[in-house]
């Protein structure tokens, strides 16, 4: 299954990060994980590089687009 979601929220990028940063409209590929110390779903936009902190977004970030099952 793939993925789409809208930025809906761009706003905040810390100071500290390093690597790409979504644009407030666009739609991208994207994966819904859980966080591996809370267990809190995030948004990985597939495609982004992000260095530091990581290259999870908060899920407030995005609204779900699409799920396309590619069987």
Do not use: K
Not at 22 to 40: D, H, I, K, L, S
């Amino acid at each position: 299954m793939q993925q789409y979601a809208r930025c809906i929220d761009a706003s905040s990028r810390p100071a500290d990060h390093i690597g790409d940063w979504p644009e407030m409209g666009f739609v991208y590929p994207v994966q819904y994980r859980p966080n591996a110390r809370t267990g809190q779903l995030q948004v990985h936009v597939l495609g982004f590089y992000a260095e530091r902190p990581y290259g999870a977004f908060n899920c407030r970030r995005f609204e779900p687009v699409a799920h396309i099952w590619l069987n």
